[in-house]
């Protein structure tokens, strides 16, 4: 069973695990998210298609991400999420790091930090290989097609990342 770390409030470990997915934190507790924006030396975006199986937002338009397993960094849970759902090993790509955001649903009992990435690299289209019971497809975007879905209101986060798209990344 997969376990996520419960970090504080300023983004440190407690030292405690939570399952995945098992919504029982309190307020000033928190689970590490990350999202990795995957840009071709083009200019377009890598973003997926999420399945229509999917409980929360099916058929929406998103870059890769999901949660820092226990015990593992953010920088190696976005290499692992990138790699799982597009098969692109982005460990050696020119990018990294951008910043984080801070979600607090207490209602929910789901509080976390996002860690956004972007990496850049003049990679294949041959080579992407789609984890194909999360993503229904993909698209090399340019950053006014992401807009136009986000103003469709079918691209998930864009509100909390779309700087993330804009910020000129240094080779």
């Known amino acids: ?6 970090y504080d409030s ?10 995945k997915n098992d919504w029982c934190l309190k307020e000033g507790e928190y689970h590490l998210t990350v999202l990795g924006i995957v840009q071709h030396r083009n200019g377009r975006f890598l973003i997926t298609k999420r399945v229509m199986t ?5 058929g929406w338009w998103e870059v890769s991400g999901g949660a820092a397993q226990a015990g593992e960094d953010s920088k190696d849970a976005v290499i692992r999420e990138v790699k799982e759902e597009t098969g692109l090993d982005v460990s050696e790509w020119d990018g990294g790091y951008l910043f984080s955001y801070k979600r607090e649903n207490p209602n929910e ?4 930090f996002v860690d956004i990435y972007r990496f850049v690299s003049d990679f294949d289209e041959a080579d992407i290989h ?3 019971d999360e993503t229904d497809g993909y698209l090399l975007a340019t950053l006014e097609e992401i807009e136009e ?7 998930l986060h864009y509100d909390s990342i779309k700087e993330a ?3 000129v990344v240094a080779f």
């Open 149 to 155: 879905f986000a103003k469709q209101g079918i691209f």
């Open 109 to 112: 009992g789901d509080n976390y």
């Open 165 to 167: 798209f804009k910020t």
């Open 10 to 19: 300023d983004k440190k470990r407690t030292g405690r695990t939570m399952k």
């Open 54 to 58: 999917k409980a929360w937002a099916p």
């Open 1 to 6: 069973m997969e376990r996520w770390d419960i």
């Open 130 to 132: 789609l984890q194909t």
